[in-house]
C-alpha cells in the first residue's frame, strides 16, 4: 500500500531583467534567447540543465557582437555543438540575412558571415544562399570555422528541415488532448482526470520517469479593450494520481500557448512569469 508521496521542487531557478524569448535545449545545454521590447534590448546566454549553471552570456556584454544592430538577431538552430544565429536583413525585409556561430559550450562567438543567408546544416557544414544582382548560390562553410569550402548548383542541394524542440535527442513537447474522450488513451490517467473541463489549450506529456505532467489554460477576465485574458496551469502526477508538483507559471495572458513546457532528459522545463526559468527534476 502506498503510503506518501514525495513532493517535487525546482532543481533550479534561472532569473533575467529581460524576457525569456526562446529556449532551445541541446547537448546537455539550454540556448535561451532573451528580449525587452521597450529597450530593443537582445541577449543571447547557455544554461547547464543539470545544474542551472550560467556558462555564459551576452546580457551584460555591450561589445559582444560589435556595432551589429542586435535587435534583428534571433536564433536560428543548435547543429552539433554550435548555436546558429541570424539576423534579418532590414526590419522592412524579414528576410534572413547574416549567420553567427556561437561555441555552445564557452559562448565564444565562432565566425560571422555577412553575405549568406542560412539554409541548412548538416555534418560539419552549414549551407547558405548568396544573392548577387544577376544569380544565386548555395555556398558551404564550415561549422567551426566559417571558411568557405564550397559552391553547389541546384543539383547537389539537399534540404532537411531545420531540427525543432522536438527533434531534439531527449526532448520531448507535451501533445494536445481532447477532453474528456481522451482519458482512456493514456496508461496513466491521473493527470487527465485532473484538468478541468472549462481547461484553455490542455496538453499533456503523458510519461515521463514514472510521472505525467499535464499544462492547460483558464480564463481570468477581460483587459481593457475587451479582448479575454488566461491564466496557466501545470501540475505533475504520480500513477496513483497524486499531485507532486504544482505551479501558475503566466497570468493574465491574451494567447494560451499549449507548448509552454517541455521535458529534456527527465528535467522539466518552463518560463516562470516570462523571465524566469525554471527546471524541476523528475526522478
Known amino acids: 500500500m502506498k503510503i506518501f ?48 549553471r550560467i556558462i555564459w552570456s551576452t546580457e551584460n556584454d555591450n561589445d559582444y557582437f560589435g556595432n551589429q544592430d ?21 526590419p522592412d525585409m524579414p528576410t534572413a540575412g547574416k549567420i553567427f556561430a556561437i561555441d ?3 559562448g565564444s562567438l565562432l565566425w560571422q558571415n555577412d553575405e549568406l543567408s542560412f539554409l541548412y546544416a548538416k555534418d560539419n557544414s552549414i549551407y547558405g544562399l548568396k544573392r548577387t544582382m544577376t544569380a544565386e548560390e ?22 532537411p528541415d531545420a531540427p525543432d524542440v522536438a527533434a531534439l535527442p531527449g526532448t520531448v513537447l507535451p501533445e494536445p488532448v481532447e477532453l474528456p474522450a481522451a482519458e482512456g488513451r493514456y496508461p496513466l490517467k491521473g493527470a487527465v482526470k485532473q484538468i478541468p473541463a ?13 510521472k505525467s505532467i499535464a499544462g492547460f489554460y483558464t480564463t481570468s477576465g477581460h483587459d481593457e479593450k475587451g479582448s479575454l485574458l488566461y491564466d496557466s496551469s501545470l501540475f505533475i502526477v504520480d500513477g496513483d494520481g ?31 512569469n516570462s523571465n524566469e526559468i525554471v527546471a524541476v527534476r523528475l526522478d
Open 104 to 106: 555552445l559550450h564557452n
Open 138 to 159: 548555395v555556398t558551404a562553410i564550415d561549422l567551426r570555422t566559417g571558411f568557405v569550402t564550397g559552391v553547389l548548383d541546384s543539383s547537389q542541394m539537399d534540404d
Open 70 to 90: 542586435t535587435w534583428w538577431m534571433t536564433i536560428n538552430t543548435v547543429h552539433k555543438d554550435v548555436l546558429l544565429l541570424q539576423q534579418f536583413v532590414k
Open 5 to 52: 508521496s514525495k513532493k517535487l521542487l525546482p532543481a533550479w531557478k534561472s532569473k533575467s531583467a529581460l524576457r525569456v524569448w526562446r529556449l532551445l535545449p541541446a547537448n546537455g545545454v539550454l540556448a535561451v534567447e532573451l528580449r525587452d521590447p521597450e529597450s530593443k534590448k537582445v541577449a543571447f546566454a547557455g544554461i547547464k540543465i543539470d545544474s542551472g
Open 198 to 210: 472549462d481547461a484553455v489549450s490542455p496538453t499533456l506529456i503523458p510519461i515521463s520517469a514514472g
Open 242 to 272: 497524486t499531485r507532486l508538483y504544482a505551479d501558475n507559471p503566466e497570468r493574465n495572458v491574451h494567447v494560451p500557448i499549449p507548448d509552454f513546457y517541455f521535458t529534456v532528459d527527465r528535467t522539466l522545463l518552463y518560463v516562470r
